[in-house]
């Protein structure tokens, strides 16, 4: 495992998971999210970012700047399209 939550230094996190990713459970990855939300000082509020084609990630904001947005798809681990993952990273930016 990572460590504790306390003990990581927040940054963005993008997380795409398949529910029947045969590389990883499920239970694993929703764990590791919960990590980097807790790590990330993230709130319980989500917001939900969606394309034209129906596929969406919900968005966990941070108190600190670095939040964690997720992607959980009904098979295997997916592509999600390029433009979520664009709109993921041009918010990163530094300031």
């Known amino acids: 495992m990572?460590?504790?939550?306390?003990e990581l230094m927040p940054r963005p996190v993008m997380h795409i998971a398949g529910e029947e990713?045969?590389?990883?459970?499920?239970a694993l990855q929703l764990q590791t999210m919960g990590i980097a939300n807790k790590a990330n000082r993230c709130s319980a509020g989500i917001g939900i970012w969606t394309n034209s084609r129906g596929v969406f990630f919900r968005s966990y904001p941070s108190q600190g700047g670095a939040?964690?947005?997720?992607?959980?798809?009904?098979?295997?681990h997916e592509y999600p399209g390029?433009?979520?993952?664009?709109?993921?990273?041009?918010?990163?930016?530094?300031?």
């Not at 990713?21 to 499920?26: L, T």
């Open 2 to 6: 990572l460590g504790a939550p306390k």
């Open 21 to 26: 990713d045969p590389a990883f459970s499920i």
């Open 67 to 76: 939040p964690c947005v997720a992607a959980i798809f009904p098979g295997e």
């Open 82 to 95: 390029p433009d979520l993952i664009v709109k993921f990273f041009k918010e990163q930016v530094k300031k």
